[in-house]
């Protein structure tokens, strides 16, 4: 249980790629600093505070992000949580796609979680429940994978909503937008929540959802579930 009452806690959601912290203030959330895990690996992460409730997938900073504060409680599937998780390997789950299923709460119990981040994640969320999703290469991870396991593709930036492309860059474009909008419409189709909403979140998740023509942006989603973790270990999981 988190003994946290007294002060209110600094979120960080530590990513592959970028660890950001925020607070929640009367009027919403806020960011606070955003800054490289890489940087954050080195050693260097310029923000001390008392108390931090954390969504971490990179295990190799946490001891960097635990010396920075007094107290500091790491969302996993051991912690009390206001949804139920229905994954066969809770302890292997990510915490990002913990937290972010406990900010989807806000919506609704039935809908989908777009994580465009590093890597993607497509999870459902029905009854109030955790129901598991898939995990693909992120937009940079694909166009990587594909520029240096080949000899005539370049490493693209990018991905567009456009089919067929014109050109080998536009083609290869057109395909990581195709692979990754697809799996999301797929996703919704399989799981039967074409009427529940679908959130999205991470660094490209706005213009993922205009190549969908639907779905709803939440940059402070994953913050939202830290603050719904927090609020629900705070009164004893009720
Ligand atoms: N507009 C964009 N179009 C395509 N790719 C993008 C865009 N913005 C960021 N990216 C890619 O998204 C990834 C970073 O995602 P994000 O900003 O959500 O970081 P993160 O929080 O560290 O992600 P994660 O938590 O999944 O590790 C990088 O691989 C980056 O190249
Ligand atoms: C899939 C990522 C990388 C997305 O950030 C993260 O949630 C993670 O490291 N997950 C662990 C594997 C799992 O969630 O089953």
């Not at 971490?56 to 992000?65: A, G």
């Not at 290869?172 to 399989?190: F, H, T």
């Amino acid at each position: 249980m988190l003994n946290i009452e007294r002060e209110t806690p600094f979120l960080i959601d530590a990513g592959n790629t970028f660890v950001k912290v925020a607070v929640k203030e009367e009027g919403g959330f806020k960011f606070a600093l955003k800054i490289e895990t890489e940087t954050v690996k080195k050693g260097n992460f310029p923000f001390k505070g008392k108390v931090a409730v954390v969504s971490s997938v990179v295990p190799s900073i946490e001891e960097v992000i635990k010396s920075n504060f007094e107290k500091v409680f790491f969302v996993s599937a051991h912690l009390p949580l206001p949804l139920k998780l229905d994954y066969k390997t809770p302890e292997t789950l990510g915490a990002d796609r913990i937290a972010a299923a406990c900010g989807f709460l806000d919506y609704g119990s039935n809908g989908i979680v777009v994580l465009a981040g590093t890597a993607v994640v497509i999870d459902v969320v029905k009854d109030g429940i955790f129901q598991g999703g898939a995990i693909l290469p992120g937009t940079s991870l694909m166009a990587k994978v594909l520029g240096r396991f080949t000899e005539q593709l370049p490493e693209v930036e990018g991905f567009l909503n456009e089919y067929p492309g014109k050109s080998t860059a536009e083609s290869i474009m057109s395909g990581i937008g195709l692979a990754l909008a697809g799996a999301v419409d797929r996703a919704l189709k399989i799981a039967d929540l074409n009427d529940s909403p679908v959130v999205l979140a991470g660094g490209y998740a706005e213009d993922l959802r205009k190549m969908l023509g639907y779905g709803i942006v939440d940059e402070f989603l994953i913050f939202r579930g830290l603050w719904n973790i927090y609020r629900w270990n705070k009164k004893g999981g009720a």
